[in-house]
Nanobody
Framework: QVQLVESGGGLVQAGGSLRLSCAAS????????MGWYRQAPGKQRELVAT???????NYADSVKGRFTISRDNAKNTVFLQMNSLKPEDTAVYYC????????????????WGQGTQVTVSS
């Protein structure tokens, strides 16, 4: 019922920037929290940043000061501006939404996008 589509990944040199986008669609009643997670080969998926519908943000320590998460509530879209990229940021980045559908407005669940590859070369 809720689909997430990421875009904006790619190959960039260390110190460069990328901007990721994720658009949610479907029979959405509301999205409380949207976020970005990432997973490098052989590693667990980890939280990068989250943002609530009210604009409160949370970041992993490793990206604080470099990444900025934002959202457009009217368009059900979340963004991740990534600056000063490091090789350690290389991973598949996944969009996440804690959303409720119009069918069950009081019940929220997590939805995931397909992921977008970010590769940072040294």
């Amino acid at each position: 019922q809720v689909q997430l589509v990421e875009s904006g990944g790619g190959l960039v040199q260390a110190g460069g920037s990328l901007r990721l986008s994720c658009a949610a669609s479907g029979n959405i009643f509301g999205i409380a929290t949207m976020g970005w997670y990432r997973q490098a080969p052989g590693k667990q998926r980890e939280l990068v940043a989250t943002i609530t519908s009210g604009g409160s943000t949370n970041y992993a320590d490793s990206v604080k000061g470099r990444f900025t998460i934002s959202r457009d509530n009217a368009k059900n879209t979340v963004f991740l501006q990534m600056n000063s990229l490091k090789p350690e940021d290389t991973a598949v980045y996944y969009c996440n939404a804690d959303a409720a559908t119009t069918y069950a407005p009081t019940y929220r669940r997590n939805y995931w996008g397909q992921g977008t590859q970010v590769t940072v070369s040294s």
